[in-house]
């Protein structure tokens, strides 16, 4: 889908920057509530195929209902999942839901773009600076179009968002520390299935694992959706971030124990085949790498002289380890906790705004803080195996906001 960036707005209430899972969802929340607020939503990526699987749990699914103050959004979602058939203590109603990242993003997309109005979503446009004179109304933000054209746009706003990740460009130029990288990257692919590799979705039917040394691989197929087959790899070689497409494929294989074939079985060669065929057949546009990273929240969002007309939501706020798949969920809660706060503090004036970015950030710590608590102490625990939930945890995740 083409989105028109000759035209982009030079004025706006709220400028999202991202437009992933967290940007997406605040828009349909705020353009939900606020018909009247102008909303622009910049992201630096086209919205290819990207990414593999996300569970969206049950905190996930009552953030979307809220955000969309119905039952569709939530429906179309579900619809396109499968639940999670995970250990006994999470087998209670509802279920968490595993769904395509990509058709999760797409389902967000479309939706807030059914909303329109006054909400404009912008792809291929990077932020480069964010200026605030220190009486002025307006946080001045600019971007840069990030094909060949590489034009520049300013936009003003009262407020920005950042929802730009774990390498959050809103968090850096607000002069707060970067989170904490670990030793692991992760990697994400889609492969969509056509005549020439219609076999090899067959063969995965379900999910299959390789682990090799200090990589593992995971096939993932969803049942409702024959078309596509999604990988996610975990490695703690941490140079596989730069390589692209077949220096990565290959590299990837390396670590897979592929070329080392000779003393294995044949079962397992034909294992190694399938993973190798799954990778090779992945479109470099369709693949996400990343290296997991951790933000420090002992002092919540960050104590920040400057912007202090600027917030930061999901991974750009508080990256946490992946160990309980909460990522996206705590991105969906922040974005119900931020709508709520637009409805008490309804005028933008700056101080107003002020107000807004504390009251959103001192309601969402604790229960941020509670995460990253749980993560650490897990993080404790000895690697390779699943840690059951406490029941405690089970109705905290049931509870959501
Ligand atoms: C392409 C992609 C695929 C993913 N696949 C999975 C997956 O399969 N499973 C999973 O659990 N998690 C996945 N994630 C991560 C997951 O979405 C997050 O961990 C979580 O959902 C919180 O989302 P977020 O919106 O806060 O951050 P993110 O999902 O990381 O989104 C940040 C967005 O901001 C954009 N951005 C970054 N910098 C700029 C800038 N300077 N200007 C404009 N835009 C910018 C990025 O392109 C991205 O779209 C993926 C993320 C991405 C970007």
């Known amino acids: 889908e083409e989105h028109n960036k000759q035209h982009a707005v030079s004025e706006c209430d709220v400028c999202i920057v991202g437009g992933s899972i967290a940007g997406l969802a605040l828009s349909i929340g705020l353009r939900t509530r606020f018909p009247d607020l102008h909303i622009a939503l910049f992201e630096r990526r086209q919205f290819t195929k990207a990414g593999a699987v996300l569970g969206v749990a049950p905190?996930?699914?009552?953030?979307?209902?809220?955000?969309?103050?119905?039952?569709?959004?939530?429906?179309?979602?579900?619809?396109?999942?499968?639940?999670?058939?995970?250990?006994?203590?999470?087998?209670?109603?509802?279920?968490?839901?595993?769904?395509?990242?990509?058709?999760?993003?797409?389902?967000?997309?479309?939706?807030?773009?059914?909303?329109?109005?006054?909400?404009?979503?912008?792809?291929?446009?990077?932020?480069?600076?964010?200026?605030?004179?220190?009486?002025?109304?307006?946080?001045?933000?600019?971007?840069?179009?990030?094909?060949?054209?590489?034009?520049?746009?300013?936009?003003?706003?009262?407020?920005?968002?950042?929802a730009d990740g774990i390498n959050s460009t809103v968090r850096r130029l607000m002069r707060l520390p970067p989170a904490v990288v670990s030793d692991t990257t992760s990697i994400r692919g889609t492969v969509v299935i056509d005549h020439n590799n219609k076999s090899l979705r067959q063969k995965i039917d379900g999910s299959l694992i390789f682990s090799h040394q200090d990589t593992t691989l995971?096939?993932?197929?969803?049942?409702?959706?024959?078309?596509?087959?999604?990988?996610?790899?975990?490695?703690?070689?941490?140079?596989?971030?730069?390589?692209?497409?077949?220096?990565?494929?290959?590299?990837?294989?390396?670590?897979?124990?592929?070329?080392e074939r000779d003393d294995k079985s044949v079962e397992?060669?034909?294992?190694?085949?399938?993973?190798?065929?799954?990778?090779?057949?992945?479109?470099?546009?369709?693949?996400?790498?990343?290296?997991?990273?951790?933000?420090?929240?002992?002092?919540?969002?960050?104590?920040?002289?400057?912007?202090?007309?600027?917030?930061?939501?999901?991974?750009?706020?508080?990256?946490?380890?992946?160990?309980?798949?909460?990522?996206?969920?705590?991105?969906?809660?922040?974005?119900?906790?931020?709508?709520?706060?637009?409805?008490?503090?309804?005028?933008?004036?700056?101080?107003?705004?002020?107000?807004l970015i504390q009251d959103f950030e001192q309601t969402r710590l604790p229960r941020v803080q509670r995460l990253h608590k749980d993560q650490s102490d897990r993080a404790q625990l000895p690697p390779g195996k699943w840690v059951s939930w406490t029941s405690e945890f089970v109705d905290w995740v049931h509870q959501g906001v």
Request: with cysteine; proline share 3%.
């Open 268 to 355: 397992e060669k034909e294992k190694l085949e399938l993973a190798a065929a799954v990778l090779r057949a992945t479109d470099p546009e369709n693949v996400v790498r990343a290296q997991n990273a951790v933000m420090d929240m002992s002092t919540g969002w960050g104590h920040r002289p400057h912007h202090p007309c600027a917030t930061l939501v999901g991974d750009a706020a508080h990256a946490c380890r992946p160990t309980d798949g909460q990522g996206g969920n705590m991105a969906l809660e922040d974005c119900v906790v931020l709508c709520r706060a637009f409805t008490k503090h309804r005028n933008l004036s700056r101080n107003n705004v002020k107000e």
């Open 59 to 162: 905190n996930g699914q009552k953030a979307i209902r809220e955000l969309s103050e119905e039952s569709t959004l939530l429906s179309s979602i579900l619809n396109e999942g499968q639940e999670v058939k995970g250990p006994p203590e999470l087998n209670c109603r509802p279920m968490t839901v595993l769904v395509f990242w990509y058709q999760l993003r797409d389902i967000l997309l479309e939706y807030a773009q059914h909303l329109g109005g006054n909400l404009s979503v912008y792809t291929q446009m990077e932020l480069q600076d964010m200026t605030e004179a220190q009486d002025a109304e307006t946080v001045t933000v600019s971007f840069q179009d990030t094909t060949a054209q590489k034009q520049r746009t300013t936009v003003s706003a009262k407020l920005v968002v950042g």
């Open 218 to 259: 995971y096939l993932i197929t969803i049942e409702k959706n024959q078309n596509v087959i999604s990988w996610a790899l975990s490695s703690k070689t941490t140079n596989l971030i730069d390589d692209e497409g077949v220096d990565a494929t290959e590299k990837i294989l390396m670590l897979l124990g592929y070329h």
